[in-house]
């Protein structure tokens, strides 16, 4: 017998005394992440093995020695702060909320996202769609909404990252100890760890659940590391993007059908579920075959049932970045799946197809969710627009500003950003009112700040930055074996004095990382100046894959070694939260340069206007809305050019000329005191404008008054009477279907000369011959406005028409267009369903144009 083939596990946990247990409870919810008081109170206990632990309290906990424990047992100052965290969280937890005032107790929302960034001590994200669904968590458990988070749990999450000496990027992938991360295994009434089963090819996946506590919010994360999995499938929540498309069809069926699956384990049974990106769509199919096999319902009905509770988010402004499967893969992963609804390849595949008639066209994971949700949002005002452009063929019959995708604008979690002196600042100004609601009057009050005092607080950031960037430095050396000289030239490096621009983010190719290098020779003059120099700090992986970001990477870095740009550029390792909290507290320029319009929102630039810096980026994304004229800075006008090289020649030299012209005369021009009260003008107006509206606290009550209430009341609307609605909505619109095509136009007469004045009303009357649909279910509309020069309606608006009251004149429908402005204009007719509950109802193929 082998002694060694049973393996005995056990977990060993801090053993802390009963008066230090308040630091067990704190660190297992992550509310303390966004809690200065509770931030230092973790730090106090050992500022060495705080930072060496990455900021994980559980961690460095479990290395404190118990004669630590017994001399924090007789520290009175340290005693009084941990009882007054204590109290601070019961406050927090107990406070009247947002959506108690404002909101539906019956609500149940569910978010899905394929990543969440909390905290760099819980590496499960790799960047801004992550950050986003941490922040948006963060906002909801200060707001109070019923929403719990659901994700899967990465045993090694995204890559950590080092540089060579040539400056080529590394990948390491350290593994995640779940025991010494603030997770809870989910267990039933006998300590038995809850698991659920998912069916793939051939075989049974089993999965255990564990929680995060964020707040008021709890957060479920998936993992499939269990020892009864073959390997190949205990690999799929190995790594977060990670893998071929075949590993990313499993982690999605994962989080979709086993997220649902996994709550209604728990005992949630969601009523309004938001896709944070497509990777989630499949929870759309779940929630159906749930009530088709409970209710005894067709596809259709249970589709219609679902569907208003459904909320779907796009963060992608390239199709290409959304993620297609090839029909053959969703064959071997859903076949049968969806014939256990009932529905043939060819219906299934239609759900995830913007025009199924065309031929080679992928199953799209952001199509189905579209089709499958009552509300579709992109994640600002142009984005919506070039989302519309995207994925027209959706909706088929609609003209492009009707179409039922509209806009929520990202913002972040002011309170984890925001530097504690800057924080402390704004209290002393404004009160405190502006950490729980986003009110321009509150933050107008920016202007009763001393310059002076705006303008230290902000520098003390930029030192903080300085001193982690020859700390960072010297740590990389280091660890390449750099000689003694070169590791002590790190400590000279950067100047907490002189004008800093960061620039961090995704090496993705159209974020144009090195832009600002284009003309190295003009780059030199400006840093380099003798009186005003500049200084540049980059930060930023690439995707293993993506070579071309790697190589703008290293392009960087070989420039950052040269002698004449050694101490004015520096590229920072192993980009990540803590890193990114250091930057935004610290730049005093962030700059963006996408490629317009390919960057969806961006939220990094706000987390830098609430630290008091300020922003030149390209119009594209949020700083289309955020962008003032006196509060940071535009990089061209948001002009497209067809040769990609021209473009970058003219943007670039956009950039030397802000730089030279403006911004560094701008921050050099000072006072007698040492202010640059030009330069703290923009600071103020940069944060009275973009502080109270790019946060995720309007962003979390956006979605709550457009979409999760909305979808909550269509819910409730149609499954009420058991389903009755949903029922009567599916079978109504498939006896549409069967006689729509009887229905005609007969004629159109609008009583108008060739020229009306402004302000005349325009008679119009029309006669259509039903066919077999009932007059009471049809809805005749002009969609009416002005042309553009090829004679299409731009941002035309839809009139109804009223049945004429003759009761001789059947089928004749009358109504006024009002001509509001000049120019030439036109109208189109169109007849669609109008449903007795639901009113006007858009369906594909029930629409007639005239």
């Not at 009358?814 to 369906?843: A, I, K, N, Q, S």
């Amino acid at each position: 017998m082998n002694l060694f083939s049973t393996l005995h596990r056990f977990t060993v946990v801090p053993s802390l005394p009963r008066e230090l247990s308040g630091l067990q409870r704190i660190a297992y919810n992550l509310w303390w992440t966004w809690e200065p008081e509770a931030i230092g109170l973790f730090k106090r206990l050992d500022p060495e093995l705080w930072r060496a632990t990455r900021h994980n309290p559980l961690e460095m906990l479990g290395c404190l020695q118990q004669a630590t424990y017994d001399s924090l047992m007789l520290d009175e100052g340290f005693m009084s702060h941990l009882a007054q965290v204590e109290e601070r969280l019961d406050e927090y937890l107990a406070s009247r909320t947002w959506y108690e005032r404002h909101g539906n107790p019956r609500t149940r929302i569910a978010y899905f996202s394929m990543e969440f960034g909390l905290h760099e001590s819980l590496p499960i994200y790799s960047g801004g769609l992550g950050i986003l669904a941490g922040d948006h968590l963060k906002s909801a458990s200060d707001l109070g909404l019923p929403l719990v988070g659901v994700g899967l749990l990465y045993r090694q999450g995204y890559f950590r990252q080092h540089l060579n000496f040539e400056g080529w990027q590394q990948e390491v992938y350290p593994e995640n100890d779940f025991y010494n991360l603030p997770l809870h295994l989910e267990r039933d009434a006998a300590g038995t760890p809850l698991t659920l089963e998912l069916e793939y090819p051939g075989r049974s996946v089993r999965v255990q659940i564990w929680r995060v506590q964020v707040g008021r919010v709890r957060l479920y994360l998936l993992d499939s590391n269990l020892e009864e999995n073959t390997p190949a499938d205990r690999e799929i929540t190995t790594r977060l993007y990670g893998g071929d498309q075949e590993m990313r069809i499993r982690q999605e069926i994962l989080l979709g059908i086993g997220g649902i699956r996994a709550l209604r384990l728990l005992g949630i049974e969601p009523n309004v579920c938001h896709m944070n990106e497509g990777h989630a769509a499949f929870l759309a199919l779940e929630r159906i075959r749930i009530l088709m096999e409970e209710r005894a319902l067709s596809f259709g009905e249970a589709m219609e049932a679902v569907r208003g509770g459904n909320v779907f988010t796009t963060h992608t402004p390239v199709e290409a970045g959304i993620d297609h499967f090839p029909p053959e893969l969703i064959e071997r992963y859903l076949g049968c799946y969806y014939r256990h609804l009932g529905l043939t390849r060819e219906q299934f595949l239609t759900l995830g197809m913007q025009n199924h008639g065309r031929s080679n066209e992928n199953f799209c994971m952001a199509v189905l969710a579209m089709k499958l949700s009552l509300h579709s949002n992109g994640v600002s005002e142009l984005h919506g627009i070039v989302s519309r452009r995207m994925w027209a063929d959706v909706w088929p019959d609609l003209p492009e500003e009707q179409l039922p995708l509209t806009y929520v604008t990202n913002g972040v979690h002011q309170k984890s950003w925001l530097s504690e002196e800057m924080s402390n600042l704004l209290i002393r100004y404004l009160g405190t009112r502006w950490l729980e609601q986003s009110d321009d009057a509150l933050w107008r009050k920016v202007s009763r700040i001393p310059d002076a005092e705006l303008w230290r607080t902000h520098r003390r950031g930029t030192e903080r930055l300085v001193d982690y960037a020859r700390f960072s430095l010297r740590a990389q050396l280091q660890k390449l074996d750099a000689g003694p000289k070169e590791i002590d030239r790190a400590g000279d490096v950067l100047d907490p004095e002189i004008l800093t621009i960061g620039f961090a983010r995704r090496f993705a190719t159209y974020k144009r990382g090195t832009l600002l290098l284009q003309d190295k020779e003009r780059l030199e003059r400006i840093l380099n100046h003798p009186e005003r120099p500049v200084q540049i700090v980059f930060a930023g992986k690439a995707h293993p894959a993506d070579h071309q970001g790697k190589e703008l990477i290293r392009q960087i870095v070989q420039l950052a070694q040269q002698e004449k740009f050694r101490r004015r550029i520096v590229f920072l390792e192993d980009y990540d939260i803590s890193v990114a909290r250091r930057l935004v507290q610290g730049v005093d320029v962030w700059l963006n340069t996408p490629l317009r319009p390919q960057e969806a929102s961006g939220t990094s630039g706000m987390k830098v206007a609430f630290n008091g810096g300020l922003n030149m980026s390209i119009l594209d994304g949020w700083w289309c809305e955020g962008y003032r004229g006196n509060n940071g800075w535009a990089i061209g006008r948001g002009e497209v050019y067809d040769d990609l090289t021209y473009q970058n020649e003219v943007e670039s030299r956009a950039i030397y000329d802000l730089l030279e012209k403006e911004i560094v005369p701008l921050f050099y021009n000072r006072g007698s005191d040492g202010v640059p009260r030009g330069w703290t003008a923009f600071m103020k107006a940069s944060m009275q404008t973009l502080c109270p509206v790019f946060s995720t606290d309007r962003m979390v009550q956006e979605y709550a008054r457009r979409c999760y209430l909305p979808s909550f009341e269509n819910w409730e609307r149609l499954n009420r009477d058991d389903l009755r609605l949903a029922v009567e909505l599916a079978r109504w619109k498939e006896r549409l279907h069967g006689v729509w095509g009887g229905l005609a136009i007969v004629a159109v007469q609008a009583q108008c000369e060739r020229e009306v004045t402004v302000g005349q009303k325009v008679p119009i009357s029309v006669q259509i011959t039903p066919g077999e649909v009932p007059l009471s279910e049809i809805a005749v509309e002009v969609y009416f406005g002005v042309l553009d020069s090829r004679g299409a309606i731009m941002g035309g608006e839809v009139v109804p028409l009223d049945p004429a009251p003759d009761p001789d004149k059947v089928g004749h429908f009358d109504g006024e267009l009002e001509c509001r402005f000049c120019g030439r204009h036109g109208f189109l007719l169109r007849v669609m369903p109008r449903h007795p509950e639901l009113g006007t109802v858009y369906d594909p193929g029930l629409i007639l144009w005239g």
